[in-house]
């Protein structure tokens, strides 16, 4: 399994940007999908995940500004970001899980100039 992100760019406070994630291959023996970040000089952090009881777990930082989706029955999520703060600068990683087993994709880079 891949996992290919998109949809990141240069956006001012305040825009909006949504994130796509495709995965090639087949993701349904995973338990969990979703999207981290990492700042620079940060760790990575967990952004927004869906596990397959379907609840969605957000990070309190993006609570109300980003919506985790995903299309039913393809290996397709989003991460649509509203409100962007330049706290929100970050390359996103899309990711792939189930206990030991990780897979990331290769990230893109979110940039939000004040």
């Known amino acids: 399994v891949q996992l290919q992100a998109s949809g990141g760019g240069l956006v001012q406070a305040g825009g909006s940007l949504r994130l796509s994630c495709v995965a090639s291959?087949?993701?349904?023996?995973?338990?969990?999908i979703g999207w981290y970040r990492q700042a620079p000089g940060k760790e990575r952090e967990l952004v927004a995940d869906?596990?397959?009881?379907?609840?969605?777990r957000y990070a309190e930082s993006i609570q109300g500004r980003f919506t985790f989706s995903r299309e039913n029955g393809k290996s397709t999520w989003y991460l649509h970001m509203a409100s962007l703060k330049p706290e929100d600068t970050a390359v996103y990683y899309c990711?792939?899980?189930?206990?030991?087993?990780?897979?990331w994709g290769q990230g893109t880079l979110v940039t939000v100039s004040s």
């Open positions: 869906i596990t397959t009881n379907g609840r969605v």
């Open positions: 291959g087949r993701i349904s023996w995973f338990d969990n």
């Open positions: 990711r792939v899980g189930r206990l030991e087993s990780v897979i």
